[in-house]
């Protein structure tokens, strides 16, 4: 089980550039999550996939953020423009929908907006 | 609706001690709970997690949790303190009915003192 695996893990970029966070979810799981984790705010959902479908985007902060689900074994998060108060963690997370089982989470990656 | 509350945000323990990291939920359904835990820099990590079987919990590292319907509570327990505990503890309820959405406490960061 190669768990969630999530690119890069690390980014470090200029304001105003466009910055995409991939994500790929464990083999048969069906639901998909995206979360930001900051200091200030600590861990928020800001949106999930079901069978590649957004089910709930209310998380999302703003028009600059939007999230794709092409397949069931990808998923991108992207920001455009990227601004400095963008800067945290951001978690992939998957499950298979109603098997009552806990979210997986990728290792996430730390974006710096500078 | 679904709610988590974590009653302390940091916790200070000796090795050695107990520990005790409190949990209150609120769930219109059947809950599942969940407790995470997050060393620095870390992803989220599964500890443990009760899916309406046994109430007592028992998981990773020597920690447990008991779900107590009544008091609507899953506390964290551990009966003495290792030097490597020290992390954020994250507890989190969902429900199987339709979308699974799960909902994260604010988190507890356990120090643990020489």
Redesign the interface.
């Known amino acids: 089980d190669a768990g969630v695996i999530q690119s890069p893990r690390h980014e470090v970029t200029e304001m105003g550039q466009e910055v995409t966070l991939r994500c790929k979810p464990i083999s048969g799981h069906n ?1 998909l ?1 995206w979360y930001r984790q900051t200091m200030m705010r ?2 928020e ?1 800001l949106i ?1 996939f ?1 069978n590649n479908v957004p ?2 985007d209310s998380g999302m902060p703003e028009d600059r953020f939007s999230a794709k689900m092409p397949n069931a074994s990808f998923s991108t998060l992207k920001i455009q423009p990227s601004e400095p108060r963008d800067s945290a963690v951001y ?1 992939c ?1 998957s ?1 298979q ?12 990656t ?1 974006l710096s907006i500078l | 609706a679904q709610s988590v509350t974590q009653l302390d945000s940091h916790v200070s323990v000796s090795e050695g001690t107990p520990v005790l990291l409190r949990c209150n939920y609120s769930s219109s359904y059947s809950p ?1 709970l ?1 407790w ?1 835990v997050q060393h620095p ?6 500890l443990l ?1 009760y ?2 079987a046994a109430t007592l919990v028992k998981g990773i590292n020597g920690f447990e949790a008991e779900f107590k319907k009544s008091e609507t509570s899953f506390h964290l327990t551990k009966p003495s303190a290792h030097m490597s505990d020290a992390a954020e503890y ?1 507890c ?1 309820v969902s429900f ?1 009915g339709g ?4 909902t ?1 406490g ?2 507890t960061k356990l120090q643990v003192i020489p």
């Open positions: 639901s999550f600590g861990l959902l999930y079901n089910i709930d978690f997370a499950i929908q109603g098997s009552n089982q806990p979210q997986h989470f990728g290792d996430g730390r | 599942s969940f995470y820099n870390k992803g989220l990590q599964l997690k899916t309406s994250f989190v199987s979308y699974q959405k799960v994260f604010t988190g």
